[in-house]
Every structure is written in structure tokens, then in C-alpha cells.
């Protein structure tokens, strides 16, 4: 999820000592678009480690006093003839609050400093599972340098004991790790996401998270022209690499995760001496007291009206209600969303393998793009691009702030499982969850349903990285996992947008309708003036991206047929995939947005975004009516849990906004 990055030079040369920094600050921010919750430094030179970190974006630890402390000792450690190793972590938190010193990064226990990216999803267990084992952080990353410790000490040497703990966590995981008492770098992945280059005179190693930001990096104008490196390599999934730099030259131990026999590394040529490890750090910043609101009060205030609900006149054939705009009924009862619906009709697998036949690159490089939310559908998409389609793909997130960390887990699960590399874009988090709180604020003084859509403005953006992506990385394709059947038309509708008309795209409108759009957003913007902040800029470009970016891209669910049991089913059998505990619905439950939004629409209208999932499989056949009308009826019960964490994670009091959205006069 994070970014991790470094390089080590041997016997660097006094007069690129300010070429090393400028290269060093470059990483740092190429690093920066895959994490800006934390930062952090770490400085190997002859006799100590020194280690800065702080709860802020890298762009900003670059600008503190801090930092020239530590700058300084790396100028320091240039101009010696001795190795010198440097690395930085770009992090977006997963585990443990940034807030708390000790869970970012780089981690320290023992004599073990690492840079960590990735989930560990089975950490709880293994600290059950090895009891004797003290955990003092919340992070995942100290359950790798807790094993690691335990297996020293039974007298594995560290490259068995490396690749001993990689045999036990779970999830997709690249670490660079270094010890006080060698003069050795680790590296380590499940998935390949993790990239190096060597120099000709092997007295230079550089590595990233990503090759595009290796590429920039050994392109850039401050780099050392003395190190000719050769093309970034891939760190293959399942493989580590031990790099020792104590010598005059740098002399890497490549091995195997899986099968591993350390006898053939030479391990006693490592250089052992100890280092003192300096951790520096600012203060703490002064956070805001966290609100918890209590559940029980909370639950309690979100009740629904059922019988009223279920009183709804609805389609005889599907089960819109009457409430649903632009809806309206033929003399049997049947609804006119009913008969404009196109049922599914792709091509079919082989007509998807004829399709990608063309994107296969065949000489293990990657062949295509899979935007990955860690949801249901994207989750299964990935499972068939790999072991179906047999391509190589590369998955990529756009991370807006409302992934949740069910989400995470899962993305760190299937891409661990399947290993294959991941690159995350980070947003500025915390900005985002700010835009959002002032939306949903503003939404609150003057609640429309039609402009319940501005809280998801921010997250659109991900139509614009996957293009960026792709260009970057020269792959032929993008390959989506958006479900044909969760057409939501009614969102738009209630804009006053009638979108109720066969069509084969359902995520774009009509030119006149998004023209239309525009000009009802800057209606109520004008009603509402608490709109008229700084988000504006922000949902303009979700807006654009969205619309008005070509979709040039393919979704697998338009050849292959959607079959909601058959992707469950392979997803909790083959990858131990999580579900939420407050829902028996495998939908939207990695979305933190989806339970507040829905529980609007539900209150007021009488109907959710499941109603109308519900209502296409019930036209295409795979659904019948009474099923469907219980499943809704579950599936839109109030999930209080994710409702609460919305709202406390944007920083609003969840009680008053329930109490407010109770008081909107509803539509039945």
C-alpha cells in the first residue's frame, strides 16, 4: 500500500555528495503519490543509524528542522570513503494510527530497522500463535521483526530466518530491512512490488516500490553519472535478495521465499559490526479527541418506517417502488424501467480471450491494468484475469480516503495470493476526509437528493490515474471489473435527469444530460452556499473524469457473465476473502461511503442501490421476485457499525446527522 525506496553507495564520491541528497529527496517525493499520511528516513553510515519520522506527507518532512539533522548526517556519511545506505518509507496508514510514533515507519524492534509495504492480514493470529512473543505497537509490520527475532534466536541464520517468516504472513508484503549488527540490506516480496538496479561497478543499488519510479529516478538530472546502472529488475514474487554492502563492491545473495537452501548464499562473508541506532523525532502533534459515539444510541436512532416502506406500490415484474423517479406503470403493473432494460448479452469467455489475445506480452512482463477497490466484483475480476485469461496483469487503487480497511486487507489477500504487483495512488487523505465533511455539512443545512452524490465526488479520480497508468507502463489494456447490473440511474434522476432508456453503457449520460447536471449542481450551489468552498475544484475534476475522460478501457463482466453466487463462492473458498460483520451482503462492503449514503436514500425514498441491483437480476432471470424482496429488506437494514465509522472518520457527529437526515420530509 505504502511506498518504499533507498539505494546503498560504496565508497561514494565527495563531489556528488549533494547529487546523492538531491536523488535521495527525489525518491522521497516520486514516493509520495503512494502514501502521504507519514514519512520517514532512515541514514546507515560507518557508525550509527539515524532515523527521523513524523505523522506528515514527505513534502513536508523535507521542510522541517528535523530534517536537516538528517540531512546533514547523510552529507556527512557522503563524503567518507565508507558505504552508506539510505531508505524511506511513504506511508498510508493501514495499521496503527499515524498519530502514534511507534507505528510508523521505519519500524524499530531489537537490532531490526524496515520499511514495510503492504498488510500483514494474519498478524493477530501469529501473535497468538507465538504467545511468548510481546507485541508493543499496533502496527503489523513489528509481527515480521517479532518472527524474525524469534528465529535468530533459535540459531537460524537471517537469511533462512527471512524467508522462515515469509512462510507464515499472509497477504501481499515487500519489506526492506536492515539489522545494527551487518552491513546487509533485505529485500522481500510476495507479489513483486518491488523493483532494483545495480550499477556496472556494483558500488551503487537503488530500489523502489515501483519501476515508473525507478525509471524517474535514474533519469533525473541529479543522478550520479559515475553510476551507470543497468534497467530496474523486478524482484519476482515469492523472492528476496540480501545485499551485502560491507565489502569494497556490492554483492547480492538472491533466494527463493518458497524453496530456500541458505547454505548457497556465503553467508559468513557479511560484515558484522554494531551500529548505534539514533531514532529522531518531533513531537507528537496534539490530534483531536476521536469521536465514539455510543452504538446503542446511535442504533437506536436509525430506524426505519418498514411497514410504509413495504406498503409501496412496486413493479409487478421487479421491485422498484413508486418512489423511484421517472418511474411508471403499464395497466398489468409493470414498470417502464422494466421495459427498457436490455438483458445481458456479451460474447461470452471465448469472445473475452479473443479480446486479450492480442495484449499478451509473453515474455513475463506485464500485459495489462486492473483498477482494484478490494471489493467483490474487482476481487473476482482479478482472480479471472490471472487464472482464467492466464495474463500477467499489474493492479492499481486509487486509495480517496473511504477504502476501508476490510478493503485493504482483501487487496493485500488477493494480490499476495495471486502475486502480482500492486501500485497504489494515494490521495492527500486527510484533505480528502475534509472535502467530504464540508460536503456532507453543507448537504446537512440543506438536504436535496439529488446532491447526495457530492459525497462521492472525490474518488472519481481513479478514471483519470488508470489512463495515467497505463501510458506510464506501456501496457496495452485496462481492464475493469464494474458490474453491468448495478446500474444506478436514480441518482442522476434525481437531479431531475431522466436516464431511463435502453442503453449498453451505464456509467456515462448523454451529452445534454451532463450538461443538464452541471447546470442543477450550480443551482443548488447557489440555493446552498455553504457549496461554494474549496471541494469545488475537487468535484469538478471527479466531475470531468468521470463523464468526460474516454473511456478507453474494457470491462470483463461485459463478456463474461456476472453470477453473484459463483464469485462468492471462489472468493471466500480460494482466498479466505473477509465480509463485514454488519451485513450478510458481500456488496459495497469495502466502500466506507456506501452505509450512509444508502441509509439516505432508504429513510427518504423507500429504496437503496439494492433495489435496484436486485431488480436486474430478477430480469435477467437469476432472481426471483419474493427472494429479492427479502434479500432488500436485509440487505437495507441500517449498518450502524459503518455508518458510526463514517462519520467519526470525517470528522461529524454521526448522532446529529442521523437526527438531521430523520427530519427530511420522506417520499412516501
Given at each position: 500500500?505504502c ?18 541528497l538531491s536523488l ?6 516520486l514516493?509520495e503519490t503512494?502514501?502521504k ?8 553510515g560507518r ?6 519520522k513524523?505523522?506528515?506527507r514527505?513534502r513536508?518532512?523535507i521542510?522541517?528542522?528535523d530534517?536537516?539533522k538528517?540531512r ?9 570513503d ?9 506511508r498510508?496508514v493501514?495499521?496503527g494510527k499515524a ?6 515507519q ?10 514495510h509495504?503492504?498488510?500483514?492480514v ?12 510481546q ?8 509481527v ?8 535468530q534466536?533459535?540459531g ?7 524467508c ?22 533485505s ?8 523493483f ?6 556494483r558500488r551503487f ?8 519510479i ?7 538530472s541529479?543522478f ?5 546502472c543497468t534497467a ?7 523472492k528476496?535478495?540480501?545485499l551485502?554492502?560491507?565489502?569494497t563492491c556490492?554483492e547480492p ?8 537452501t541458505f547454505?548457497?548464499?556465503g ?10 541506532i539514533?531514532?529522531?523525532?518531533a ?11 455510543d ?7 436509525c ?11 412496486r413493479c409487478?415484474?421487479c421491485?422498484?417502488?413508486e418512489?423511484?423517479?421517472f418511474?411508471t ?5 409493470v414498470?417502464?424501467?422494466c421495459?427498457n ?8 469467455p471465448?469472445g ?21 477497490s ?11 484475469i490471472c ?14 480516503g ?8 482483501n ?15 494515494s ?5 480528502k476526509?475534509?472535502?467530504i ?26 478514471f483519470y ?12 489494456a485496462?481492464?475493469?471489473?464494474m ?6 440511474d436514480?441518482?442522476?434522476a ?21 450538461l443538464?447536471m ?12 455553504s457549496?461554494?468552498n ?5 468535484s ?7 463523464y ?6 474494457y470491462?470483463?463482466?461485459d ?16 482466498y479466505?476473502?473477509e465480509t ?5 451482503s458481500?456488496?459495497r462492503i ?8 444508502n441509509y439516505?436514500?432508504y429513510?427518504?425514498?423507500g429504496?437503496?442501490?439494492?433495489d435496484?441491483?436486485r ?17 432488500v429488506?436485509?440487505d ?13 472518520t ?6 446529529e446527522?442521523i437526527?438531521?437526515i430523520?427530519?427530511?420530509p420522506?417520499?412516501?
Open positions: 500500500m511506498g518504499i525506496f533507498g539505494f546503498i553507495v560504496i565508497q561514494p564520491s565527495k563531489q556528488d555528495s549533494k547529487q546523492y535521495l529527496e527525489k525518491l522521497f517525493l514516493s503512494r502514501g499520511d507519514a514519512s520517514g528516513l532512515l541514514v546507515a557508525e550509527k543509524i539515524e532515523i527521523l513524523q505523522p506528515f514527505a513536508t518532512l521542510k522541517s528542522q530534517y536537516k538528517i546533514n548526517y547523510f552529507l556527512e556519511c557522503t563524503q567518507s565508507a558505504a552508506v545506505l539510505a531508505m524511506g518509507h511513504a498510508m493501514t495499521n498519530s502514534s510514533h511507534y507505528n510508523n521505519p519500524v524499530i524492534r531489537g537490532e531490526f530497522a524496515c520499511i509495504n503492504g498488510i500483514v494474519n498478524d493477530e493470529s501469529l501473535w497468538e500463535q507465538y504467545p511468548d512473543l507485541r508493543r505497537y499496533e502496527v503489523d509490520t513489528e515480521i521483526l517479532a518472527l524474525l527475532e524469534n528465529f534466536s533459535k537460524q541464520p537471517m537469511p533462512q530466518a527471512l522462515n517468516v515469509y512462510r507464515h504472513i499472509k497477504g501481499a508484503n515487500s519489506i526492506a530491512l536492515i539489522s545494527n549488527t551487518q552491513h546487509a540490506l529485500l522481500a516480496t510476495t507479489n513483486g512490488s518491488l532494483i538496479a545495480l550499477s556496472e561497478d543499488a537503488i530500489f523502489a516500490s515501483e519501476k515508473y525507478l525509471d524517474q529516478a535514474l533519469q533525473c541529479e550520479p553519472t559515475e553510476h551507470l530496474p529488475s523486478q524482484i519476482m514474487p515469492g528476496a535478495i540480501i551485502d554492502y560491507g565489502a556490492i545473495y538472491p533466494m527463493g521465499i518458497s524453496e530456500f547454505e548457497t548464499f553467508l559468513n562473508t557479511l560484515q558484522q559490526s554494531k551500529l548505534m539514533d531514532i529522531r523525532s513531537s507528537e502533534p496534539v490530534t483531536p479527541q476521536a469521536l465514539q459515539y452504538f446503542a444510541t446511535l442504533e437506536r436512532l430506524k426505519i418506517d418498514q411497514n410504509r416502506i413495504k406498503s409501496l406500490r409487478t415484474r421491485i422498484l417502488p418512489t423511484f423517479p418511474i406503470f403499464d395497466a398489468d403493473g414498470c417502464s424501467y421495459h432494460y436490455k438483458p445481458w448479452s456479451g460474447p461470452g471465448m473475452l480471450e479473443q479480446l486479450v489475445q492480442p495484449f499478451r506480452t509473453g515474455n513475463g512482463r506485464p500485459d495489462c491494468l486492473v483498477p482494484f478490494g471489493g467483490r466484483d474487482s476481487s473476482y475480476a482479478l482472480h479471472y487464472k482464467e485469461l492466464h495474463l500477467n496483469p499489474v493492479a492499481y487503487t486509487y486509495d480517496w473511504m477504502i476501508t480497511d476490510l478493503a485493504r486487507r487487496i493485500s489477500r488477493m494480490c499476495g495470493a495471486l502475486g502480482i504487483e500492486h501500485i497504489l495512488i490521495a492527500d487523505i486527510a484533505q476526509r475534509a472535502n465533511r464540508m460536503n456532507v455539512s453543507a448537504w446537512l443545512k440543506k438536504p436535496h437528493l439529488g446532491t447526495v452524490t457530492l459525497f462521492m465526488a472525490g474518488d472519481k479520480h481513479f490515474y488508470a489512463r495515467m497508468l497505463q501510458k506510464q507502463m506501456k501496457l496495452s485496462t481492464l475493469f471489473g458490474n453491468p447490473f448495478e446500474r444506478t436514480f441518482k442522476v434525481f437531479c431531475g435527469i431522466n436516464e431511463n432508456y435502453p442503453k449498453d453503457i451505464h456509467y456515462n449520460l448523454k451529452i445534454v444530460n451532463k443538464k452541471m447546470a442543477f449542481f450550480g443551482t443548488r450551489f447557489l440555493e446552498n452556499p457549496y461554494l474549496r471541494t469545488i475544484l475537487d469538478f475534476i471527479g466531475f470531468f473524469s468521470y468526460f475522460i474516454p473511456k478507453d478501457y470491462s470483463i463482466y463478456y463474461i457473465y456476472w453470477d453473484e453466487q459463483m464469485i462468492n463462492d471462489t472468493l471466500l473458498s480460494e479466505d476473502w463485514s460483520p454488519d451485513t450478510k458481500t456488496w469495502g466502500d466506507g461511503t456506501a452505509p450512509f449514503y439516505i436514500y429513510k427518504v425514498a429504496f437503496s442501490e439494492n435496484t441491483l431488480s436486474n437480476q430478477i430480469r435477467e432471470g437469476k432472481l426471483k421476485r419474493n427472494a429479492a424482496l427479502q434479500l429488506h436485509e437495507n437494514l441500517p449498518r450502524v457499525e459503518s455508518i458510526r465509522w463514517y462519520c467519526e470525517i470528522g461529524i457527529d454521526p448522532g446527522a437526527k438531521r430523520n427530519t427530511i420522506v417520499l412516501y
